[in-house]
């Protein structure tokens, strides 16, 4: 095993880094100590060094699976500019291209080889001929169907481990929840990784959600202190992309439309010429965005809504990777969450999409610290409120829900974590439905206990509990309702709960509901 001031001198040479950032140090050392690797990283936390470091200093090649053809190129390019061995094998190659490339390998000339997933069962005889030392599978949620981005040709990667079962494994994502997280390392065959759990928490990126009524004329305003900084405005459809990016041209900036319908060549140029601030504002569906080293983007816009947290998160990740402030902005609109609800009925996996669009729009109607939401989504728990979001700018007036609170967790206990909203307030409510009556809830002591407070309004006070982190929903099992560390709290140690004075989310809501 390389000592720390050889990793330390390979990290300044190949990549002209002076130190590790967090955790970085951690995941590397473990690997060379042979252990398999769960990495949960935002969007620019630096994850390929974690792989790309021991790569150079293990005796054998590094394999890494990676889903995105177009991105191999690059990640490779980039690699042998900084004099790194690395290659990649896809379908794009013709037999000469790959032959070269095999002889390379058996030479021991290439460190890293990057291969796509559907690429492997074809390589399955030269790998054998080759030693692997590590074996690194990006872009890992791709592999769970809770994911948002599920890939069928990953869930083959489950016999990597009894193929190799001395290679250390690392897989590594910037969008896991919990769900997603164990169904990696279930479906690898890695449930003893250690797991690396970077801190989500962006604290240079405001966060803000308004309204959608007349997002054009918003957009113009918002741009108008910005007049030469970067940004990308994400767009549902392709033709709201090219809508747009004609309407800003039309003031006079510098926009471009990018989708995946656009050519090739075309899209090629627009990425470059934004990353080299060419053209200030992209336009684009979320095609864009994946691999982009952009560090100076100021600000993203959501023009529609995202259809879950973590790809709203991965995608604001994009701004204000250089760590400066940079402002994100999403809209919020009923037609949006409408047409996305029918995109969810046709896609398979209809309950985990339907649950985790639910989500996004609690977090676009939260009255409490957005990033308290965000963070929570990803299990990170954060006690005090950002005072960088639009509701700690702006807060509501609160009220006491100290009891509100009590009296919905004791029956979540009380009801064994079994059983989603509806049925938990309808218990509090002392519904005489037959879910109810048929499970016997109408014995349990906290039936009927709150049945003053109104259908509705109980539906945000738990939203509002969700979003504070003192339940949570298991998207994974039916939307049950579950306690989490902080509801101990509540429960047994008194804690305040402020909850959010709904008269006044009436108001916001009329707002919201009548454009
Ligand atoms: P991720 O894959 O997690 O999105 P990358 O591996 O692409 O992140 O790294 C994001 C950025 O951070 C890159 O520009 C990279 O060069 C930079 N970076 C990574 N590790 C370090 C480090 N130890 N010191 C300084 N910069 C780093
Ligand atoms: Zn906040």
Same mark, same amino acid.
Not at 454 to 459: A, K, M, T
């Given at each position: ?286 095609? @864009? &965005?994946?691999? *982009? ?10 023009? #529609?809504? %995202?259809?879950? !947290?973590? =790809? ?65 989504? @990803? &299990?990170?728990? *954060? ?10 700018? #702006?807060? %509501?007036?609160? !009220?006491? =829900? ?66 504070? &982190? ?46």
């Amino acid at each position: 095993m390389p000592d720390q001031k050889q990793i330390l001198s390979t990290l300044k040479e190949y990549f002209g880094y002076d130190s590790f950032r967090p955790l970085q140090e951690d995941i590397v050392n473990s690997i060379f100590n042979g252990y398999d690797n769960v990495v949960i990283m935002p969007t620019g936390g630096g994850k390929s060094i974690c792989y790309q470091l021991p790569a150079l200093l293990l005796p054998g090649i590094t394999l890494v699976i990676s889903p995105l053809i177009a991105l191999m190129k690059d990640q490779v390019d980039g690699l042998k500019a900084n004099g790194i061995q690395a290659a990649f094998v896809n379908s794009s190659q013709n037999e000469n291209e790959q032959q070269e490339i095999y002889q390379k390998l058996l030479n021991k000339d290439i460190r890293l080889l990057y291969v796509a997933p559907e690429s492997l069962s074809f390589l399955d005889s030269l790998l054998s001929q080759i030693e692997i030392s590590l074996i690194a599978i990006d872009e890992a949620h791709c592999i769970s169907s809770w994911g948002h981005d599920f890939r069928p040709a990953y869930t083959q990667l489950g016999y990597l481990k009894s193929r190799f079962p001395d290679t250390p494994l690392i897989a590594l994502t910037a969008t896991a929840d919990k769900a997603t997280r164990q169904d990696i390392c279930q479906q690898l065959n890695i449930t003893n990784a250690t797991q690396f759990l970077a801190s989500f928490d962006r604290k240079n990126l405001s966060l803000e959600v308004r309204p959608g009524n007349k997002r054009i004329e918003q957009i113009i305003n918002f741009l108008e202190n910005k007049p030469n900084d970067s940004g990308i405005i994400y767009c549902l459809s392709r033709k709201t992309t090219e809508m747009l990016a004609e309407k800003l041209q039309g003031q006079g900036f510098i926009a471009e439309a990018y989708h995946a319908g656009i050519p090739h060549e075309k899209r090629a140029k627009v990425q470059e010429s934004f990353i080299n601030d060419s053209v200030q504002i992209v336009c684009a569906t979320i095609a @864009f &965005g994946m691999g *982009i080293d952009k560090s100076n983007v100021r600000w993203v816009i959501h023009y #529609n809504l %995202p259809k879950n !947290i973590e =790809g709203y998160y991965q995608e604001i990740g994009r701004a204000g990777r250089d760590g400066l402030p940079s402002a994100t902005l999403l809209f919020h609109s009923y037609a949006d969450v409408v047409q996305l609800q029918k995109f969810a009925t046709t896609s398979g996996n209809q309950e985990v999409q339907m649950a985790k669009l639910d989500r996004m729009k609690q977090y676009a109607d939260s009255l409490s610290c957005r990033r308290k939401i965000l963070l929570s989504y @990803f &299990g990170e728990l *954060i006690e005090e409120d950002c005072g960088n979001c639009d509701v700690c700018k #702006n807060p %509501p007036s609160f !009220i006491d =829900g100290t009891i509100i609170a009590q009296k919905a967790l004791s029956t979540v206990a009380r009801i064994k974590e079994e059983e989603p909203i509806g049925t938990v307030i309808d218990v509090l409510r002392g519904a005489q439905n037959a879910i109810v009556l048929d499970k016997g809830y109408q014995r349990i002591k906290t039936y009927g206990i709150a049945s003053d407070i109104s259908w509705r309004d109980w539906q945000q006070y738990i939203i509002q509990l969700i979003n504070q &982190g003192y339940i949570e929903i298991a998207f994974h099992l039916n939307n049950k309702l579950k306690l989490t560390k902080l509801s101990k709290k509540v429960l047994f140690e008194n804690e305040k709960v402020h909850l959010a004075n709904l008269t006044e989310l009436e108001k916001i809501k009329e707002k919201t509901v009548l454009q």
